[in-house]
């Protein structure tokens, strides 16, 4: 390389074509006078010699031709010159958008001869932008789409939580006095109870007659099914991998038997022993399908959350916003712990609030509340009974504090594990994440509850930190297959600043 | 349904669905109280293999959406599809393996196992996975769906053994 710089006279005839960009004249009915490479290259002209061709013949909408003159013109009038007019040509079938530099040509007389300009292939980022412009409409589409139909979700779950509590109502004399869902051993001591009085009510069946008048009652693939009935009855823990399956499968068996009692023939078998069949059967699968009841009504109760979260997040940005105030922090956890009563009392788990004192953020008391009480409904779903006899009910503990200026709304759980990688590589906050434990036990979710607690935290310039470790210092090897089948510790917080000025 | 099945021994099945204990819980009454069915429950991608690995079954139902598991390869395979069920679709991955396993997988498929042996049972019902399931030669397919009777487990076991007889003529 010469050490000498290059002396600018020598660019003084610099050919214009030779520019890195769409140069071209074209006469007044578009007869391209001068095509530099590049516009050659775009029109898919020949890159050589002279110029047989028309820009009339490129634009996709031809009157649109006649408007960019009249606007040139008139720009020409003001003094000016087009600035990036974008023009839709089509090239080959395919369509070119091009930004356009130019001006008009004009004789001594002032008369419009031609046009010199530029012009900029756009194509890539003129389609990307519509295609953004496109996917943003059907989003709001979407958006008003997935409003209505959850909210139309959201009725008739109502009308189903309506009907279970009618339901539930109507399992008169029942066993237990609220509508909460009873313990597994509850319900598994009460299973067993119904199973073995219904077994020993189908043996006094079978010995109650000569085999004659039995078979006379009910024929003998009946009397088979019935034998085999109750040994499936008596060792139900056995043939039943999953103790989650009990109280639907011995609903089925005992509905099963009471369609074999309803074939029995009369005047065949002691009246008394076919009557306690009846009962005891009936007794078993009312009792199963309140427990399943229970079981739907609170599963009915969560997904009404669940959709409503949904559609609250789904329409945060559709509606105006309002100008934050002055909040007290109690009055929103109280409200939050009204929201979440309902869905407390239908798992059995307390809400136990602690420290909290009168403090004030700054904020959106509509977004505060969805936030928090996503975070409280996670803390309630996420709960596993604390006691040993299981005897007392669970419970999740909130507590506030301040520190620093920031006032801290903890949010504590005793239960289902979030695993440390998930905490860590921040995954727990990305939108539609569900941690790898979360479905511990059939537990529904959306995966938007911490992403959009962080968002309205960080809105209001705070933010949510997350830990979760064992309750028990026992297992502490994260390798081991146990350890995250132990029962965990787990604490949300939404950290926000005090306000200014507050007590 | 066509010819009778004739059953000498319980029917052995296993069922990967990681629903099967809860939400789907009333489809498994029936297959106990029948006696009929001996059946194994895999409620992610790494239990399935381990059952697929260590026993023989008549009769596979797999769901499309399911966890990985303890195992890495699938928890890798799990990650590098955005940690999604959905977009995972390790059942899909789990009928690859066992029936173009060799080459891809770092584990080896059964060899008992054949597509006969396996029926899918998904609320998965797009076009792109019939084409899959029909480059992997599964025929048997029940859509799952809010309106299916408590004892569609027994009509999908009944289908695979259906299909079993009629390929082996």
Known sequence: MSNTPPLLEQFTNFDFRELPIGVYMTSLDGRFIVANRIVREMLKLPLEGRLDANILQYYANPADRDAAIAEAKRLAAEGKHVDRGILRLKVAGKDLFVEDYCKILQDAEGQVIGFVGCMVDITQSYESRRHEQELRERVDELRFD????????????????????????????????????????????????????????????????????????????????????????????????????????????????????????????????????????????????????????????????????????????????????????????????????????????????????????????????????????????????????????????????????????????????????????GKVFELGYRGELSKDRGRLGTGIGLTDARRVAEAHGGRVEVESHPAFRGLQDEKSAQYYSQPFLTKVTMILPLADGAK | MGGAVVKTEKTKVLWVEDSARLELRNLTGPIYISGDYHMNLAEDATSAVRYLQSQVYDAIILDMRLPPGIDDYWIRVYQDRGEDKADARLGLELANWMFNGRAKFPFTPPAWVRQYHVGVFTVENDADLHARLDELGIRVFQHKTAGLADTILIDIIMRILQEQASDRG
């Open chain 1, 146 to 425: 997935i409003g209505r139909i959850l909210h139309a979700n959201t009725t008739t779950l109502v009308m189903v939580k309506q009907t279970l509590d009618a339901v539930i109502e109507a399992f008169e004399p029942k066993p237990y006095r609220d509508m909460s869902v009873p313990h597994a051993q509850e319900v598994e001591t009460a299973l067993t109870e119904y199973a073995n009085l219904l077994a020993n009510a189908i043996e006094r069946l079978m010995r109650s007659a000569d085999e004659q008048r039995r078979l006379q009652a009910l024929t003998a693939a009946d009397w088979k099914k019935l034998q085999g009935y109750v040994s499936f009855l008596r060792e139900y823990k056995e043939r039943i991998p999953t103790p989650e399956s009990f109280p639907a499968t011995l609903r089925k068996l005992a509905n099963d038997i009471g369609r074999i009692h309803a074939a029995i023939v009369p005047g065949n078998l002691a009246r008394e022993t076919v009557r306690e069949v009846q009962n005891t059967a009936w007794q078993l699968e009312r009792f199963a399908n309140l427990v399943e009841v229970l079981e739907t009504r609170a599963a009915v109760i969560q997904m009404d959350y669940t959709i409503h979260s949904l559609r609250e997040f789904v329409t945060t940005d559709k509606r105006e916003q309002i100008p934050f105030r002055h909040l007290n922090v109690k009055s929103l956890i109280d409200e939050c712990a009204k929201r979440m009563a309902e869905y407390a009392r239908s798992l059995k788990i307390d809400i136990d609030r602690r420290d909290v004192g009168e403090l004030f953020i700054m904020g959106n008391e509509r977004d505060l509340l969805r936030a928090l009480s996503n975070l409280l409904h996670n803390a309630i779903k996420y709960s596993w009974r604390r006691d040993p006899e299981r005897t007392k009910p669970a419970w999740v503990s909130v507590r506030t504090f301040v520190r620093e200026k920031q006032v801290h709304i903890e949010f504590e759980n005793w239960g289902v594990p979030i695993k440390r990688e998930e905490i860590e590589r």
